[in-house]
């Protein structure tokens, strides 16, 4: 008989594993019975959980968007003006919890499914849609009409940084990162002036 509590606690240690055995191997060429050993369980308890590697992933994926979304709304609530809102999300994107290399790695990856996998693609699409609806209504007020097309070369430029780091390109300085997608945002709006 099992435990009574212990699924959440097994299904959150299999998530972690999944992401972490991602970054490792770089891809999603891994195996249920690697990501079930690095959580401490057998592979047919990951299978009980979550009935397939696609599954865990797509779990291990909405994680990532929870915490994401989560440092999106603190930084956003912290934010005293539109510039600084667009400088909230665009360094939400870049916290030690969403820019390491292992989450960089299941981003990556999470593009590729998209391409062939509904319920990523729908996964994504909603994380696209949230990022450029918070970007706009922050530059609104800062760029104007041109707010859309603004906001989507942030989120564009903050894939590409993503990408980057995946592809070995870049570093996972967070920091760095945000300065760099910054730099856009303020020649962006000194055009505005």
Known sequence: MPKLGMEPIRRASLIKATISEIGAAGSL??????????????SALAHHYFGSKEAMFLAAMR???SLYSAEVRGALA??????????AVIRASFTP??????????WLNFYVLAQSQEQARRLLTVYQRRL????RHALRPLVGARAET????????IDGVYLHAA???GSTDGAAAA?????????????AK
Do not use: C, W
């Open 167 to 169: 592809l070995g390109s």
């Open 179 to 191: 300065a760099q997608v910054e730099a856009y945002l303020d020649a962006e709006l000194e055009r």
């Open 150 to 157: 603004v906001a989507l070369g942030i989120a564009a430029m």
């Open 78 to 87: 912290a934010a005293r003006s539109p510039g600084e809102r667009a400088q």
């Open 132 to 135: 450029t609806s918070n970007l």
């Open 63 to 65: 994680h990532v968007l």
């Open 97 to 106: 919890t969403s820019f390491r290399r292992e989450v960089v790695a299941a």
């Open 29 to 42: 060429e891994v195996t249920v019975s690697r990501i079930a050993k690095r959580a401490g369980m057998s």
